[in-house]
């Protein structure tokens, strides 16, 4: 335990939450209890209250956490390429991979984030949550502009609404291919990245300039 109290707050926080993910994606969040934590990280439950006060905000540093890892997902997808399309392909690779690498976190961020920040009570890692989530927007926001000024999109986009149509969109398809692989294969003959692949390529062309 002595050398546990030389290393810095981040490394235990770390500790933490790695040990919260596991059971997370085991257990559900419900089902976890601060205690089931302390267990798995190691800790004693006492020791866990100096780093977290509640599993509420173990689950705000989580969905921080995602939302930084969707965002350099996608500013290295639009990052790669200039041309329009091959730009949103990779966004849609981008986001297959990381629904992959981190199912769990690909969830999280689909859930509620708070927007309301006027008074104080809310943490630290909710309003940071929300500024990557605007800074993801503006990303795609320019992806949408610079494809209508090329002329590959369409003129007429409402950039805004486009841009949630788009998330939800895609993170639907994308979870849909992953909880009903199986089926889908049995049913359309198309593995499961061929199935994504058309299914990004009808959303693409709902906006793209005939």
Known sequence: MARRKKEPKSVHRENITTAASALFMEKGITATSMNDI?????YSKATLYVYFENKEEIICFLVLDSMKKLYSYI??????????????????????QYQEEFPFYFKMVLDKININFESQDYLPEEKETYQVGE???????????????KGDLRGDIKIIPTIF?????????IQLAANKEEYIVKATHLSKIQFLERGFDMLYHSIEKE
Do not use: P
Request: charged share 25%; hydrophobic share 40%.
């Open 165 to 173: 149509h788009f998330w939800g969109m895609l993170s639907g398809l």
């Open 135 to 149: 800074e993801i927007n503006k990303k795609i926001k320019a992806f949408l502009i610079s494809g209508m000024k």
């Open 38 to 42: 302390a267990k798995m990280a190691g």
């Open 75 to 96: 500013t290295s997808a639009l990052e790669q390429h200039e041309e329009t399309k091959t730009r949103y392909d990779f966004i849609c690779r981008g986001l297959v």
